[in-house]
C-alpha cells in the first residue's frame, strides 16, 4: 500500500528553523507532485508548497522568501525548510502526492509545528 511518512516536526522559538522531510513508498513515484499543507487551530487546510518531478516549484504567499521545498526523485523523498517562522505557522504539516497520470493524491499522517512567541 502507499504511504506517506512525515518527520521533523516540533517545537521552535519565533525566528528559528525546523525542516519537514517526508518518505513516500509503495508505487511508483517519478512523475509526480509532491508538496506540503497545514491545518491551523481552528482553520481550513491550506497549500504552503509544491514541487514538480522536473523541478518546478510553488509557494503560498505566507511562505515564499522564508520556505524552501526540495524533493530527491531516486529516494522518494520531500523535504520543507522552514526559516523566519512565526507563531502564524503554528499548524499541523502534511505531505500531499499528486500522480497526473492516474489521478491519485496520497496524504501523510500530519505532523505538528508549533512556534513559541
Known amino acids: 500500500q502507499v504511504q506517506l511518512v512525515e518527520s521533523g516536526g516540533g517545537l521552535v522559538q519565533a525566528g528559528g528553523s525546523l525542516r519537514l522531510s517526508c518518505a513516500a513508498s509503495?508505487?511508483?513515484?517519478?512523475?509526480?507532485?509532491m508538496g506540503w499543507f497545514r491545518r491551523a487551530p481552528g482553520k481550513q487546510r491550506e497549500f504552503v508548497a509544491r514541487?514538480?518531478?522536473?523541478?518546478?516549484?510553488s509557494y503560498a504567499d505566507s511562505a515564499r522568501g522564508r520556505f524552501t521545498i526540495s524533493r530527491d526523485i531516486a529516494k522518494n523523498t520531500v523535504s520543507l525548510q522552514m526559516d523566519s517562522l512565526k507563531p502564524e505557522d503554528i499548524a499541523v504539516y502534511y505531505c500531499?502526492?499528486?500522480?497526473?497520470?492516474?489521478?491519485?493524491?496520497?496524504w501523510g499522517q500530519g505532523v505538528q509545528v508549533t512556534v513559541s512567541s
Open positions: 514541487i514538480t518531478s522536473g523541478g518546478s516549484t
Open positions: 509503495g508505487r511508483d513515484f517519478g512523475n509526480s507532485v
Open positions: 500531499n502526492v499528486y500522480v497526473p497520470s492516474s489521478d491519485d493524491n496520497y
